[in-house]
C-alpha cells in the first residue's frame, strides 16, 4: 500500500474517531439519564414535555420502587443514572441511610410544605399519591355488598382468594400499604402483623408493581385490592366497574420525590429536570394528560373531579423518615411472617 495513501487513511480515521466523541460528548451533555419508578404511560410524556421545554434528552427506564432502589445501591460507586424520579418517598429515605443521592434544593424547594422536602435537600417531592381501595362492582352487587369502608371488611370471609395487592419485594405501593396499617394500629407492630396475617387468605395474588392488581379487578378476575388512587382513577377512567372507597379508620399518602444521584456523570442537567419537575411547569400537566396525582407545589390547583373523590376522606401522611429507617427490616418481616410463613 502507498505509505501516503496509508497515512491518509489514518489520519482521516483519527479526525472522524475526535468528530465522533465530540459528538458524543456534546449529545451527553444535553442528555440525562433517569430510572423511573412512575410507569411509562405517566412518565414518557412528562420527559416529552421537559425535552420540548429545554432541549434536553431524558433517557430513562422504568422500575418499580424495590427494583429502582437496589439498583441504585448496586451501582453507588459507579452509577449509570443522574436522576431517581418518582415512587414513594420511603423508598428515597431508604436510599438516603445507603449515601445514594447528593443534596440539591431547586427554586420551589422553599415553597413546598415541609412533609413535601427533606430538610437537606437529599429528595424533594413532585406529588402526592393516597392509598385508596379499589373493589370490581359487579362483584359487589354479586354478593349484596356495599363497598368495603373498613379495614376489617376486607377480612369477610367473601373475599377469600379473591384480593390482589402489590408484593413488598418490590413495589412501593405495597410498603406504603405495609406503614399504613401500622399508622392504623399505633405502630404496634405485633397488631398490624396479626392483621397481615388474618388478611392472607383473602390475597390470591401479591403482584410486581403497584397497579399490577388493577386490570384483573377491572375485569372482575378478582374482587378488589389496595392501589394508589392514580392506579386507581386510571382504571376507571378506562371504562372497567370499579368502586374507590376509604377506610373509616384512615389510610396513608405518599409523597412521590425526585433526587439527584451522588457522584451523577450529569449533575447539571439532572439539576435542571429536578427544578422543572418540582415546579409548575411539569405538575401542571398532570391534568392535561389525565394524571391523578395531587399536585406538590402550591401553585398548582388540585383537579376538580380528583378533589370531589378525596373530599371526606381520612388520609393520613407517611412519616418518610420512619418508614425509610424501619423498611428493610418491615419488609422482611412481612416476608417472614405474612408472604411465606
Known amino acids: 500500500m502507498n505509505p501516503h495513501r ?18 458524543f460528548a456534546a449529545h451527553a451533555a444535553d442528555t440525562v439519564n433517569v430510572y423511573s419508578i412512575w410507569p411509562e404511560n405517566w412518565a414518557r410524556p412528562m420527559f416529552e414535555e421537559f425535552e420540548k421545554a429545554t432541549g434536553i434528552k431524558v433517557n430513562f427506564v422504568r422500575f418499580s420502587s424495590g427494583e429502582a432502589l437496589a439498583r441504585v445501591t448496586a451501582e453507588k460507586n459507579n452509577p449509570r443514572i443522574d436522576v431517581l424520579f418518582g415512587g414513594p418517598v420511603e423508598t428515597f ?48 352487587k354479586e354478593h349484596n355488598l356495599q363497598a368495603p369502608a ?16 402489590a408484593d413488598a419485594r418490590t413495589s412501593g405501593t405495597a410498603v ?39 386490570l384483573p379487578v377491572g375485569l372482575g378476575q378478582a374482587a378488589g385490592g389496595i392501589f394508589f388512587i392514580v392506579d386507581a382513577l386510571d382504571t376507571k377512567a378506562k371504562g372497567y366497574p370499579v368502586i374507590i372507597s376509604f377506610p373509616k379508620e384512615g389510610i396513608g399518602t405518599a409523597a412521590e420525590g425526585i433526587a439527584l ?7 447539571d442537567v439532572g439539576r435542571k ?29 388540585l383537579e376538580p373531579s380528583l378533589a370531589a373523590v378525596l373530599k371526606g376522606t381520612n388520609i393520613f401522611a407517611i412519616d418518610a423518615a420512619y418508614a425509610g429507617a424501619n423498611r428493610k427490616r418491615v419488609v422482611d418481616r412481612w416476608i417472614a411472617e405474612v408472604l411465606n410463613p
Do not use: C
Request: charged share 20%; net charge positive.
Open 261 to 267: 444521584i451522588k457522584g451523577a456523570k450529569n449533575p
Open 6 to 23: 496509508w497515512l491518509f487513511r489514518a489520519a482521516r480515521a483519527a479526525v472522524a474517531f475526535a468528530l465522533g466523541a465530540a459528538a
Open 93 to 140: 429515605a431508604a436510599g438516603i441511610n445507603e449515601g445514594l443521592f447528593e443534596p440539591y434544593k431547586s427554586p420551589s424547594f422553599a415553597r413546598l410544605p415541609a412533609r413535601f422536602r427533606h430538610a437537606d435537600g437529599l429528595w424533594t417531592a413532585i406529588a402526592d399519591d393516597p392509598l385508596v381501595f379499589m373493589t370490581n362492582e359487579k362483584f359487589l
Open 176 to 214: 406504603t400499604r405495609i406503614f399504613s396499617v401500622l399508622e392504623v394500629n399505633g405502630r404496634d407492630e405485633n397488631k398490624a402483623f396479626d392483621y397481615m396475617r388474618k388478611l392472607r387468605p383473602n390475597i390470591q395474588l401479591y403482584t410486581k408493581s403497584g397497579g399490577g392488581g388493577t
Open 273 to 301: 429536570l429536578i427544578d422543572w419537575a418540582t415546579s409548575p411547569a411539569m405538575q401542571n400537566h398532570y391534568a392535561k394528560y389525565r394524571i391523578n396525582f395531587v399536585p406538590a407545589h402550591p401553585d398548582v390547583a
Open 150 to 165: 373498613s379495614w376489617d371488611d376486607l377480612l369477610a370471609p367473601v373475599y377469600r382468594n379473591m384480593l390482589q395487592m
